[in-house]
């Protein structure tokens, strides 16, 4: 997402597919700033860019035909950009005919030069399948669960060119990001529905770029923290029993984020202990 931004297309929406797409976007999207750079010095400035995402147990079903039922709902001229994986396209790969009837979408009756005015460009995130179960523990068992063929499930077999073709789509290929400031350009400024696929890093390296981001983002903050206040609450934590509930009447369950882990709620529940009422 932030690539696109970055190509020097002002998007005027975004479409993010469930999964890694929308997970990613949270992390590393910044959907409201956007920085210019000219010759003389960098301009900031405030440009609003609607985004939107499917969520509860909808999965990666379905996701090109929502992006195009909110791309032809856009305001007049807006153009919406559909950031999705190579396994979520596969399994809504017949929603691209949608986008080509009437040289446009045919969810509303509208004629053909009309429907061209919100074109919608999806980009495919290809890393070879399902990237998401590379984060799990089952990723660590490998081929004693199979876990390529019923986790990792590859696309490579699968050609999008090939795809976006048979839909009457144009197409274009990037594996690097200098080509896809180009393909994506050329994409948005058609004018017309499109198709960019973007080759990236494989599964394994992207977990460890998660890693590595992860791990120069919480050095920042420990930089950034008062050194003998976190020590004083690493001394507070290694004296609670995380495992003896801190009242006997109610309890209170804490969710831990899809890549956290309960440790990550020990500074919330020295806090709570302070704080809860008796009855719990």
Same mark, same amino acid.
């Given at each position: 997402?932030?690539r696109?931004?970055?190509a020097?297309i002002?998007?005027?929406s975004? !479409?993010?597919?469930?999964?890694?797409p929308? *997970?990613?976007?949270?992390?590393?999207?910044?959907p409201?700033? *956007?920085?210019?750079s000219?010759?003389?010095?960098?301009?900031?400035?405030q440009q609003?860019?609607h985004?939107?995402?499917? *969520?509860?147990a909808?999965?990666i079903?379905?996701?090109?035909?929502?992006?195009s039922g909110?791309?032809?709902?856009?305001?007049?001229g807006e153009r919406t $950009?559909?950031?999705?994986?190579?396994l979520?396209t596969?399994?809504?790969?017949?929603a !691209? =005919?949608t986008?080509?009837e009437?040289k446009?979408?045919?969810?509303?009756?509208t004629?053909?030069?009309?429907?061209?005015?919100?074109p919608?460009t999806t980009?495919?995130?290809?890393?070879n399948?399902g990237g998401?179960?590379?984060?799990?523990?089952?990723a660590?068992?490998g081929?004693?669960v199979?876990?390529?063929?019923f986790?990792g499930?590859?696309t490579e077999?699968?050609?999008?060119a090939d795809?976006?073709?048979?839909?009457g789509?144009?197409?274009t290929f990037?594996?690097s990001y =200098?080509a896809?400031?180009e393909?994506?350009?050329?994409?948005? *400024?058609?004018?017309?529905?499109?198709?960019?696929?973007a080759k990236?890093?494989?599964r394994?390296l992207n977990?460890?770029?998660h890693?590595?981001?992860?791990?120069l983002a $919480?050095?920042?903050?420990?930089e950034?923290?008062?050194?003998?206040?976190?020590e004083?609450s690493?001394?507070?934590?290694?004296?609670l029993?995380? @495992?003896?509930?801190?009242?006997q @009447?109610k309890?209170?369950?804490l969710?831990?984020g899809?890549?956290?882990?309960?440790? &990550?709620w020990?500074?919330?529940i020295?806090?709570l202990? =302070?704080?809860?009422?008796e &009855?719990?």
């Open positions: 997402a932030n696109t931004l970055g020097g002002d998007a005027s975004f !479409f993010l597919s469930n999964s890694m929308v *997970r990613d976007a949270e992390f590393f999207f910044y409201l700033e *956007r920085t210019m000219s010759k003389q010095n960098k301009v900031f400035s609003s860019i985004t939107a995402v499917n *969520r509860g909808s999965g079903d379905g996701i090109i035909s929502s992006a909110y791309a032809a709902s856009a305001l007049h $950009t559909l950031l999705i994986g190579d979520a596969l399994h809504d790969l017949n !691209f =005919r986008l080509n009437n446009g979408n045919s969810l509303f009756p004629s053909s030069s009309a429907a061209q005015n919100n919608l980009v495919i995130v290809n890393n399948g998401i179960f590379s984060f799990l523990p089952v660590k068992h081929d004693n199979g876990f390529e063929e986790f499930t590859p077999s699968v050609s999008f795809s976006a073709a048979a839909f789509l144009p197409y990037a594996s =200098r896809f400031k393909s994506y350009k050329e994409a948005v *400024r058609s004018k017309q529905h499109g198709v960019v696929e990236v890093v494989s394994e977990v460890e770029v890693a590595e981001v992860t791990k $919480t050095q920042a903050l420990d950034f923290l008062d050194l003998e206040q976190k004083q690493l001394v507070a934590i290694k004296n029993d995380m @495992e003896t509930p801190l009242k @009447e309890t209170l369950v969710l831990h899809w890549m956290g882990e309960k440790e &990550d020990k500074d919330t020295i806090s202990s =302070r704080h809860l009422s &009855d719990w």
